[in-house]
């Protein structure tokens, strides 16, 4: 299994960015993905989550309302749309994959991960 995290960048606070997640998998429905982040010096924290099949989704306190995530199936790609950025949201940005839908995502059930692209709002 792979996955690829791309669209990170720069923004200035209230701006807005699409991260998209490439996953090599045959059926990607069979999985949930999560987008995590993190800083130096601090814990992997989880954003958002989203089940197979799109009909159940978890966000992170700091981030609802802010950000949706979604998915394409057939593409084989999560998205992450994030909106009205904060200088906060400033980090490493990670997807990985899990094969069982948990309560709130916990960082330490998703067993394979992707390389990460960095998000830094300026204010």
């Known amino acids: 299994v792979q996955l690829q995290a791309s669209g990170g960048g720069s923004v200035q606070a209230g701006g807005a960015l699409r991260l998209s997640c490439a996953v090599s998998?045959?059926?990607?429905?069979?999985?949930?993905i999560g987008w995590f982040r993190q800083v130096p010096g601090k814990e992997r924290e989880g954003v958002a989550c989203?089940?197979?099949?799109?009909?159940?989704?978890y966000y992170g306190d700091s981030v609802k309302g802010r950000f949706t995530i979604s998915r394409d199936n057939a593409e084989n790609t999560v998205y992450l749309q994030m909106n009205s950025l904060k200088p906060e949201d400033t980090a490493v940005y990670y997807c990985?994959?899990?094969?069982?839908?948990?309560?709130?995502?916990?960082?330490?059930?998703?067993?394979?991960w992707g390389q990460g692209t960095q998000i830094t709002v300026s204010s």
């Open positions: 998998v045959l059926r990607l429905e069979a999985y949930v």
């Open positions: 990985a994959l899990d094969n069982l839908w948990r309560l709130a995502c916990p960082r330490l059930s998703f067993a394979s």
């Open positions: 989203i089940s197979g099949s799109g009909s159940s989704s």
